[in-house]
């Protein structure tokens, strides 16, 4: 007992007050819950909030962001539906510009990490730098410094497997693919097949340029990613 300007008051212990309280909580919830089935409806029970959904992040170029075609062609539309069908907890942030380098790319990263903090990053670059002939080695710098800067943030990254047209000779067609796979070895990150597998030989499925795909080919892009993709963000979902 302590007195007060209005008497003596009793006061309870921290621990009791908390009992006291959650149980003047439990029975107001089983009240709402006796009055909505008194209603004839289902019980009120609380709400809760459902888990947050994980960010994909692509960063790419013209072959992610729909160069030519309908926003919802897009493999990356393609992969946000696909995730909602197979109720996997993650929205997509489509970051890809039609023309983009690697080093365009790196120079973005840092903001779109701090701007979705990602779960994880699909990295699609390197085809301009190969049609514009930028060194392999700046590629390979660029990419290497994506992927460091996407791990350093605690998110997760795929590299996705590039190829040039065979007009460019076989020679420098060879040196621009194996960039991509001595850039996964390097990091440590997945390596995705080619993304225009069975897609860049076929006229139907490619644009008059025969660098873009048509809109039909976009669930084709996305079943040369899918494996790669579902492996890993079925990883990283059992390490939460």
Known sequence: MVSSPCGPVTVLPSSSVYRIINSLLLRWCLLLATIGVAAGGPPILPAFAAPPQRQIVILGDSLSAGYGIALDETWVAGLTRRLAGQDLPYRVTNASISGETSSGGLSRLPQLLETFAPDLVVIELGANDGLRGISLEELRRNLVASIELVQ?????????????????????????????????????????????????????????????????????????????????????????
């Open 152 to 240: 350093a943030s605690g998110a997760g990254a795929v590299l996705v497997g590039m190829e040039l047209p065979p007009n460019y000779g076989p020679a420098y067609q060879a040196a621009f693919r194996s960039v991509f796979a001595d850039v996964a070895e390097t990091t440590g990150v997945p390596l995705t097949p080619f993304i225009l597998n069975g897609i860049a030989t076929n006229n139907d499925l490619m644009q008059d340029d025969g660098l873009h795909p048509r809109g039909g080919a976009g669930e084709r892009i996305l079943d040369n990613l899918w494996p790669t993709l579902r492996a890993v963000l079925e990883e990283r979902s059992g390490e939460s």
